[in-house]
């Protein structure tokens, strides 16, 4: 069993950077992938980013790609996302989650387990 805990979420001016956090418990996630979700009220949830086992690898959503950067530290078993320029629509509950394979993937399904979620909010 895996325990999800994102942090850094917050209110900030469009523009503005935030950092998320996501920390594992449990058991360790060097060896897996992770990925970023947001949901937006009334929205489904949709993919962010996601990063491979050894950090080597990311795949980025359209939306956020060139402002928004996946990073994970193994020692740590911690995964990051660096949010930068951020615009109002960017604005949701950001999860993290883990795989239970090694390589990256943006399907919903191949994720086992998830955090509870931070708040961003972008004000214009």
């Known amino acids: 069993q895996v325990q999800l805990v994102e942090s850094g979420g917050g209110l900030v001016q469009a523009g503005g950077s935030l950092r998320l956090s996501c920390a594992a418990s449990?058991?360790?996630?060097?060896?897996?992938?992770m990925g970023w979700f947001r949901q937006a009220p009334g929205k489904e949830r949709e993919f962010v980013a996601t990063i491979n086992w050894s950090g080597a690898y990311t795949i980025y959503a359209d939306s956020v790609k060139g402002r928004f950067t996946i990073s994970r530290d193994n020692a740590k078993n911690t995964v990051y996302l660096q949010m930068n320029s951020l615009k109002p629509e960017d604005t949701a509950v950001y999860y993290c989650?883990?795989?239970?394979?090694?390589?990256?993937?943006?399907?919903?399904?191949?994720?086992?387990?998830w955090g509870r979620g931070t708040q961003v909010t972008v004000s214009s």
């Open positions: 449990g058991r360790t996630v060097s060896g897996y992938a």
């Open positions: 989650a883990v795989t239970h394979g090694a390589g990256v993937t943006m399907n919903r399904a191949a994720y086992d387990y």
